[in-house]
């Protein structure tokens, strides 16, 4: 049985506008929200059980 590994963290802008990139490159549609939202900055939250309630609590 194969194991299943979690991606990778996406923690920096530089990171969020390559895989935005890889999206464009699979649906050229996106082009147009890419340009109109403009750079995405990550919002990271703190790891464990402050995480999720922060996620919970913000929704």
Same mark, same amino acid.
């Given at each position: 049985?194969?194991?299943?590994?979690?991606?990778?963290?996406?923690?920096? #802008?530089? #990171?969020?506008?390559?895989?935005?990139?890889?999206? +464009?490159?699979?649906?050229?549609?996106? +082009?147009?929200?890419?340009?109109? #939202?403009?750079p995405?900055?990550?919002?990271?939250?703190?790891?464990?059980?402050?995480?999720i309630?922060? +996620?919970i609590?913000?929704q």
């Open positions: 049985m194969s194991q299943i590994l979690p991606s990778p963290r996406i923690d920096s #802008a530089e #990171a969020i506008a390559a895989h935005i990139e890889l999206l +464009v490159e699979v649906d050229p549609r996106l +082009v147009a929200v890419r340009d109109f #939202a403009g995405v900055q990550p919002r990271i939250n703190p790891s464990g059980f402050a995480g309630a922060k +996620v609590t913000g």
